[in-house]
């Protein structure tokens, strides 16, 4: 199966930096790579994703770089406002089975007003 | 608002109660999932269902019982469960293409058993 690991587990920023944000991924096969963003009692929400012909995407404040060769990525988020608070999962899908998700054990962001 | 309705938000039972969580989505998706979210785990899949049909049992104890009867509606039994077993539960659903794409969840049903 997929070994997806995210660091770091927490992350404190003055509003206004960046923020990064890695996974590293063991399925050398994988080839679909979302960053989902859960809030304080809600569902995570997909706010960025990255498939493997592409090693950059951008969307406004937010970014996804993706190396394969040493499979791994990253979320970037520039500017950090208080309402980018929440925790940040990344996640691969299993080559094996493409419904099969993992997922990161979480990023929780605090931006400091 | 999602497109994914789970209810309830919040449930409580005995070790020998039998209760079910509902999951219900507006998106027109053919593929509905079940997540368990516990403190400082990962996300785990737990079932995975195309078109009614159930296609992944990532290794679930018996004791969760999952049920679709279309693809718009998808249910998770519960009996005779344990303390371990308290967790958000998160329900998702996707396009079901055939290829890896977006997840949509609901806001979770969390479960305390006691």
């Known amino acids: 199966g997929e070994n997806v690991e995210q660091h770091p587990s927490t992350l404190s920023v003055q509003e206004g930096d960046s923020a990064v944000i890695k996974c590293t991924y063991s399925?050398?096969?994988?080839?679909?790579f979302p960053w989902y963003k859960q809030e304080l009692g809600k569902g995570p929400q997909l706010i960025i994703d990255?498939?493997?012909?592409?090693g950059e995407k951008k969307d406004q404040r937010i970014a996804v770089t993706l190396n394969k060769t040493a499979k791994h990525f990253s979320l970037h988020i520039t500017e950090t406002q208080p309402e980018d608070s929440a925790v940040y999962f990344c996640a691969a899908p299993y080559s094996g089975g493409y419904q099969k998700v993992t997922f990161g054990t979480g990023t929780k962001l605090q931006v400091i007003p | 608002e999602t497109g994914v309705t789970q209810t309830p938000r919040h449930l409580v039972m005995g070790m020998t109660n039998k209760k079910s969580l509902k999951c219900e989505q507006h998106l027109g998706h053919n593929a509905m999932y079940w997540y368990k979210q516990s403190a400082k785990k990962p996300l785990e899949l737990m079932f995975v269902y195309n078109f009614k049909e159930q296609t992944e049992n990532n290794s679930v104890p018996s004791r969760f019982s999952p049920e679709c009867p279309n693809s718009s509606h998808l249910f998770l039994h519960l009996h005779t469960l344990q303390p371990e077993d308290s967790a958000l539960y998160l329900c998702a659903s996707s396009h079901g293409s055939g290829t890896a794409g977006e997840l949509f969840f609901g806001e979770g049903s969390r479960l305390t058993v006691l």
């Open positions: 990255i498939r493997s012909n592409v």
């Open positions: 399925d050398s096969a994988s080839n679909y």
